[in-house]
């Protein structure tokens, strides 16, 4: 889901970009988060919580909590409402605090 219209704001669509969640591949544009991507491709659940298992979903959308945090590109804990999208990322859900490879 993506804001098309707003009576203020205007929004610059960059160049489609090719991305992979979870080995499945999605659409995104160039100049958006990779949260921003993956909620546009409907995708609400982005992991588990490490203690109580709980699901975790976008929240703050700011980088303050740890609710996005994702492996990507084999990197562990990366806050995906802060780091914009790149062609060709792997993105992963990430399995408790994350793997370092």
Do not use: W
Not at 9 to 14: A, N, V
Not at 33 to 53: C, F, M, P, R
């Amino acid at each position: 889901m993506r804001i098309e219209e707003h009576p203020i704001l205007t929004f610059e669509r960059g160049k489609e970009l090719t991305f992979y969640l979870d080995g499945e591949e999605m659409k995104g544009y160039e100049g958006e988060t990779i949260q921003a991507a993956i909620h546009a491709n409907k995708v609400k659940l982005l992991g588990y919580s490490s203690e109580l298992k709980r699901p975790r979903g976008f929240y703050c959308a700011i980088g303050n909590c740890s609710s996005c945090m994702m492996t990507v590109d084999g990197v562990a804990n990366v806050k995906t409402c802060t780091t914009l999208l790149k062609e060709g990322m792997r993105v992963e859900t990430q399995k408790d605090k994350g793997v370092l490879r």
